[in-house]
């Protein structure tokens, strides 16, 4: 994975408005780290090809980033993003890492299920 540029993230956006995508969304704090450390409070989101649609997408921030899809009904808004991933030219794969490189947040986009 590489270092986000905004500037390649934000074209992606652009180019993936508007038609039917399957999105992955996950975030967590490290759901077995209070196992480690009672004071840690353990948290997890996850979703998986749920099919969404939008209208607008934004990508913020001096890094870590926030990306936001502007639904019909809605809002999906993603933040600590660090990288992304280049080789997938029809998806886009981005995540956060915590300074240890561990996954913190995890957004991906996608015309074809993961």
Not at 13 to 38: R, W
Not at 44 to 64: D, E
Not at 103 to 110: D, E, H, P, T
Request: hydrophobic share 35%.
């Amino acid at each position: 994975m590489k270092l986000i540029n905004e500037i390649e993230i934000q074209t992606k956006l652009d180019m993936l408005k508007d038609q039917d995508l399957y999105v992955h969304l996950e975030m967590t704090t490290g759901a077995y780290a209070a196992h480690f450390d009672s004071s840690k409070h353990p948290a997890a989101t996850f979703i998986t090809n749920a099919i969404i649609r939008y209208s607008h997408g934004s990508i913020s921030g001096s890094g870590p980033y926030r990306v936001g899809l502007k639904m019909e009904q809605g809002w999906i808004y993603s933040e600590g993003l660090t990288h992304y991933e280049e080789s997938e030219p029809e998806r886009l794969i981005l995540a956060g890492h915590d300074s240890q490189g561990k996954l913190v947040v995890s957004l991906q986009l996608s015309p074809s299920p993961f």
